[in-house]
């Protein structure tokens, strides 16, 4: 059990390929199917989180394929594209597997070989006391288990309850009815013109006129309606071309492209289509403060166009802050 419930996080280290080494004297590898359990029990946390965040395209495009990947003996994806970045997914995952582990040694499941796992590796089960059973047996058992302890653990973590309830707020907000050439608040917080910016290539309108927010809550709205052009790898900045062909960038905190995407969800990818006030992105203000970054949030119009500002000081998700002048 203690093993099968640690062995995904010595793969984060990298250090599981030394037990490629061992082997057991009568020629069989007992280890293989507590690898492969643990595996599962991953799947099953990938599974647990999809169901927790279904509505949320973004995660159904990052989940699934994470977990059909570990169908194959490969839980990389699984790890850090999911749980790792998550966090309980990882611990619940880990439970899984040892409960899967303690049937494992219960029932002497064991593998003529070494290195297959998951489905390819019933091709190496051990036939004895009814292996191939055993081995299909415990790998549901794996899965069940990770997906009942995530959702569980999902429902009182406190991430979670944070983030679900960010989400009732954007819900309660009233639809924008937008008008042409009006740019609408991205965020619930503060408001100020470009110039009060900390950051020089944005105060000094390099890249265009703008506006700069401070958010006070972490989720993020689109702030005209139009295609999105493109986003960043780094998920830190998204374009965005309104119905009225003024291109604007929308710029998640000051340097953190340097972050890697760490602290955004996005919701949105390029080639969507928004509508203002729709909610875009999140982004975790204490993670990027933490790293001593400001989550100063610029808005600018990278055509080039005049604006005039409206509304500073305290603004909420879909307030009216700017118009922008067409060019001629």
């Known amino acids: 059990m203690l093993f099968a419930g640690v062995q995904q996080i010595i793969v984060i280290t990298g250090l599981h390929h030394i037990f490629g080494a061992i082997e057991s004297h009568t020629g069989t590898n007992f280890l293989n199917p507590l690898m492969s359990v643990a595996l599962m029990g991953q799947g099953g946390a990938v599974l647990g989180y999809l169901l927790l965040h279904w509505n949320n395209v973004r995660d159904r495009e990052i989940c699934i394929p994470s977990f059909l990947s570990t169908l194959f003996g490969i839980s990389e994806p699984a790890i850090f594209g999911v749980n790792l970045r998550h966090k309980f997914p990882l611990i619940a995952g880990c439970l899984a597997s040892?409960?899967?582990?303690?049937?494992?040694y219960l029932t002497h499941l064991t593998a003529l070989g070494f290195g297959t796992t998951a489905l390819p590796g019933l091709a190496i089960a051990n036939p004895a006391n009814n292996g191939y059973v055993n081995y299909i047996v415990v790998h549901l058992i794996a899965l069940d288990p990770g997906i009942l302890f995530t959702v569980l653990i999902g429902r009182f973590s406190k991430s979670e309850k944070e983030k679900k309830a960010q989400e009732m707020k954007l819900k309660e907000i009233p639809a924008v009815k937008a008008e042409p050439n009006v740019m609408y608040s991205p965020v619930k917080g503060k408001a100020a013109f470009i110039t009060e910016c900390s950051d020089p290539v944005f105060n000094q309108k390099s890249m265009g006129d703008g506006m700069v927010f401070m958010p006070e809550e972490e989720l993020i709205v689109s702030p005209v309606s139009g295609p999105v052009m493109m986003v960043f790898p780094t998920k830190h900045a998204l374009g965005i071309r309104t119905e009225e062909g003024t291109e604007l960038l929308i710029h998640m905190g000051l340097n953190t492209v340097s972050l890697e995407g760490r602290p955004f969800e996005l919701y949105v990818g390029e080639?969507?289509?928004?509508?203002?006030?729709?909610k875009i992105?999140?982004?975790?203000?204490?993670?990027?403060?933490?790293?001593?970054?400001?989550?100063?949030?610029?808005?600018?119009?990278t055509s080039m166009q005049p604006v005039t500002v409206q509304n500073t000081g305290t603004v909420n998700w879909g307030d009216s802050v700017m118009t922008i002048t067409q060019k001629d």
């Open 98 to 104: 040892a409960v899967s582990g303690a049937y494992v």
């Open 271 to 278: 080639g969507d289509t928004v509508k203002a006030g729709q």
């Open 281 to 301: 992105a999140r982004m975790d203000l204490k993670a990027i403060e933490g790293e001593g970054l400001s989550t100063e949030t610029p808005v600018v119009i």
